[in-house]
């Protein structure tokens, strides 16, 4: 068969420009023994122009991983040994080709169809926004977070990554756990609904869970969450515990704060992103309080008078900049 009797996808391939659809045709082909003649000869003399390629100890990891599932994927349909030798023979060659491309930009394009490309979702101060991720999980954001996601979830985790605070609603898939990547932990699970705190300004983050089960990775430890208990995390002495919650996860979501022997700079942070305002602290003063309460949609004003009444706190509003002020009398 000369070239121009090739079947399109066939010549894209050879010129490393096919695309994923193109890919799962060349796959078939070689589950179903055609065309081998085709691809032999090319991978052959791709295999030979590569062989002054050197790979890294990660791209070789890589190499492996893939090649090792990817050839599962090929042969599992097959039962009989003997039918599976020319395939395996040219889906190894195949593979090689793919851990030739991860070392050389020469096989970029091919080397695409396996990237996966990333979102990005961010909100702004006093904005919540809620997100579908390709697995059918619900995330929703706080004020002033971040949450980059891939588009596909092809790997064998479900990863993401989040700055700042967002409650998820994991969609249930036990091969393929989720993970929730912050600046100073990690959060795992299978399927379940959780909040996760993970400002990097803050000194007190947290992981709440709603329901299910969740494993929390920290640095220095591990610890398992079932619904109804948080983790408490103080980023100043790296200190750690668990606590019994009281049901109420995420209130946020419905515009209320929830404060629980809270840090009073931890509160002015949270007031700040949630109602767009700049907070400070008289100077000379010192500001050990822990504020306990909710406030269920309250204004500024409401919330300062609460602080006001429950631990002495008091502001001011400074005309010439609309900054707030916190003192002690």
């Not at 990817?70 to 040994?81: A, D, I, N």
């Not at 990775?217 to 983790?231: G, I, S």
């Not at 515009?255 to 007031?271: D, I, M, R």
């Not at 109602?275 to 309460?293: P, R």
């Amino acid at each position: 068969m000369n070239d121009k009797e090739l079947p399109e996808y066939i010549k894209r391939f050879l010129s490393g420009q096919c695309s994923e659809e193109d890919l799962r045709q060349v796959m078939q082909d070689v589950q179903e023994n055609k065309n081998l003649e085709i691809y032999n000869d090319y991978l052959k003399k791709n295999w030979l122009d590569s062989l002054d390629l050197e790979n890294t100890a990660e791209e070789e990891q890589i190499y492996n991983e893939e090649s090792t599932r990817l050839l599962q994927k090929l042969t599992r349909k097959r039962t009989v040994f003997q039918r599976l030798k020319p395939v395996i023979a040219i889906a190894a060659s195949i593979l090689v080709l793919l851990g030739v491309v991860y070392g050389s930009l020469k096989y970029k394009s091919f080397n695409q169809i396996w990237q996966v490309d990333y979102a990005e979702i961010q909100t702004g101060v006093g904005e919540t926004r809620t997100v579908t991720l390709a697995d059918g999980t619900q995330v929703t954001l706080n004020a002033c977070s971040k949450l980059v996601y891939p588009g596909q979830f092809l790997e064998d985790e479900r990863k993401v990554e989040l700055t700042g605070q967002a409650f998820f609603k994991v969609a249930r898939n036990e091969d393929k756990p989720f993970i929730v990547h912050t600046d100073r932990f990690n959060v795992k699970v299978l399927g379940t609904e959780f909040d996760v705190r993970a400002y990097t300004e803050d000194e007190i983050l947290s992981v709440n869970v709603e329901s299910g089960k969740v494993q929390v990775d920290m640095p220095e430890a591990m610890t398992r969450l079932v619904a109804n208990e948080k983790l408490i995390i103080n980023t100043l002495n790296n200190n750690y515990y668990k606590e019994t919650g009281s049901g109420n996860v995420a209130v946020w979501r419905s515009g209320n704060l929830l404060f629980k022997k809270t840090p009073l700079k931890e509160v002015a942070k949270e007031l700040e992103r949630v109602y767009k305002c700049k907070i400070t602290f008289k100077e000379g003063q010192s500001f050990d309080n822990l504020i306990s309460g909710e406030h269920s949609n309250k204004s500024l004003e409401s919330v300062l008078e609460s602080l006001e009444y429950t631990s002495a706190i008091y502001y001011t509003r400074k005309t010439d900049t609309d900054e707030i002020m916190l003192y002690k009398k």
